[in-house]
């Protein structure tokens, strides 16, 4: 099975709205990250998030970590229809080897 | 720098037919990994190499798939008696590997290889 699992699925929003994606997993972690996959192609690496920290921001991104509930979560502040995209955590145990989850699909409407 | 590239963009061939999809990791990389992703699906794991040490094939789904990287650089993912369930998207990802060990790295994925079996 999936080690992360995204949630939810699919998120339709307005523009200008917040969007918050989870990602939950199973066993312990090293670090966990967020991709951006735009029409099917490849994706596009947004944040790395390491076990030992709890909260990371890189411009309109914000990630959380809460490992006692192997979770994190996504929050894009102040979306644009550019941010349409699907979105995916990536996990690793300690394996050079990341289990993807199946993504959250966004879209944001102008 | 140039990123990933993977050729061909896309590839449509009949059932039973052998298909090579080849991956370009951005120089000095010595991690690559070949992903297979079906339409509305995340990411399978198919193989991975790092620098000269054996690779992981774990994720390969049957003997028909198979990969190669040559001089620690460039990847060729073959597909052999093609089916139609093997069409999918096929992305390659490298990244570097730092000393520390274990753990995963930011990987940078190519646009990849759309095959349709028909």
């Known amino acids: 099975s999936q080690q992360g699992e995204e949630d939810p699925q699919a998120l339709s929003i307005q523009e200008g709205e917040n969007a918050t994606m989870n990602c939950s997993y199973k066993t312990s972690i090293n670090n966990l990250q967020w991709y951006r996959q735009n029409s099917g192609r490849g994706l596009v690496h947004l944040i790395l998030?390491?076990?030992?920290?709890r909260e990371k921001h890189s411009g309109r991104l914000r990630v959380t970590l809460d490992t006692s509930k192997k979770s994190s979560s996504l929050l894009i502040t102040a979306s644009r229809a550019a941010d349409t995209a699907s979105y995916f955590c990536?996990?690793?145990?300690?394996?050079?080897?990341?289990?993807f989850g199946r993504g959250t699909s966004l879209i944001v409407h102008p | 720098g140039a990123g990933v590239s993977q050729s061909p963009s896309n590839k449509v061939t009949e059932k039973g037919k052998d298909v090579e999809l080849r991956c370009d990791p951005i120089?000095?990389?010595?991690?690559l990994y070949w992903y297979r992703q079906s339409l509305g699906q995340g990411l399978e794991f198919l193989i991975y190499f790092q620098g000269n040490s054996a690779p992981d094939k774990s994720g390969l789904p049957s003997d028909r798939f198979s990969a190669e990287r040559t001089g620690g650089s460039v990847s060729t993912l073959t597909i052999q008696r093609t089916q139609q369930e093997d069409s999918a998207v096929y992305l390659c990802?490298?990244?570097?590997?730092?000393?520390?060990?274990?753990?995963?790295?930011?990987?940078?994925f190519g646009p990849g290889t759309r095959l349709t079996v028909t």
């Open positions: 990536a996990t690793s145990g300690g394996s050079y080897i990341p289990t």
């Open positions: 120089s000095g990389h010595t991690a």
């Open positions: 998030i390491r076990s030992n920290e």
């Open positions: 990802a490298s990244s570097l590997s730092l000393p520390d060990g274990g753990g995963l790295y930011e990987q940078y």
